[in-house]
C-alpha cells in the first residue's frame, strides 16, 4: 500500500522560501514518477511539478518554472520541492503524489493517482 507523507509547510511572506518533503512507503519507490499537485481553497487540485523515476527528468506548470525545484532521493525514498522567490497566488494544500509504475513524468494531474494527506502552504502579501 502506498503511502505519502508530506512535511515542511507553514506560513512565509511573499518572496519567502519553503522546503517540503516527502516520505514515500509501500512501493518500489525508484519504479515510480513522482510528484506535487496543488489546490487552492475553491480550486480543482492542478499540477505542479514531477520528477521521472531515476531523477534525471523533470516537468513544471508554467506558474512556478524558475521558483521551484524537485528532487528526490532513491536511497531515502524521499522527495523535495524547494520554492523560492512565493507569491501569494501559490497559497495552497501541497501534496505529494506519485505516478504510474515505468512511466514517464506528465503534467497531467489524473496520472497520478496516489497523494498524501497535504502540508498546507500559506504565502502573506
Same mark, same amino acid.
Given at each position: 500500500?502506498?503511502?505519502?507523507?508530506?512535511?515542511? =509547510?507553514? %506560513?512565509? *511572506? !511573499?518572496? $519567502?522560501?519553503? @522546503?517540503?518533503?516527502?516520505?514515500a512507503s509501500g512501493m518500489t519507490f525508484? +519504479?515510480?514518477?513522482? =510528484?506535487? %499537485?496543488? *489546490? !487552492?481553497? $475553491?480550486?480543482? @487540485?492542478?499540477?505542479?511539478?514531477?520528477?521521472?523515476?531515476?531523477?534525471? +527528468?523533470?516537468?513544471?506548470?508554467?506558474?512556478?518554472?524558475?521558483?521551484?525545484?524537485?528532487?528526490?532521493?532513491?536511497?531515502?525514498?524521499?522527495?523535495?520541492?524547494?520554492?523560492?522567490?512565493?507569491?501569494?497566488?501559490?497559497?495552497?494544500?501541497?501534496?505529494?503524489?506519485?505516478?504510474?509504475?515505468?512511466?514517464?513524468?506528465?503534467?497531467?494531474?489524473?496520472?497520478?493517482?496516489?497523494?498524501?494527506?497535504?502540508?498546507?502552504?500559506?504565502?502573506?502579501?
Amino acid at each position: 500500500q502506498v503511502q505519502l507523507v508530506e512535511s515542511g =509547510g507553514g %506560513l512565509v *511572506q !511573499a518572496g $519567502g522560501s519553503l @522546503r517540503l518533503s516527502c516520505a514515500a512507503s509501500g512501493m518500489t519507490f525508484s +519504479s515510480y514518477p513522482m =510528484g506535487w %499537485l496543488r *489546490q !487552492a481553497p $475553491g480550486k480543482e @487540485r492542478t499540477f505542479v511539478t514531477a520528477i521521472s523515476s531515476y531523477g534525471g +527528468s523533470t516537468v513544471y506548470a508554467d506558474s512556478v518554472k524558475g521558483r521551484f525545484t524537485i528532487s528526490r532521493d532513491n536511497v531515502k525514498n524521499m522527495v523535495y520541492l524547494q520554492m523560492n522567490s512565493l507569491k501569494p497566488e501559490d497559497t495552497a494544500v501541497y501534496y505529494c503524489a506519485a505516478g504510474r509504475i515505468g512511466r514517464l513524468p506528465t503534467i497531467r494531474s489524473e496520472e497520478y493517482p496516489n497523494w498524501g494527506q497535504g502540508t498546507q502552504v500559506t504565502v502573506s502579501s
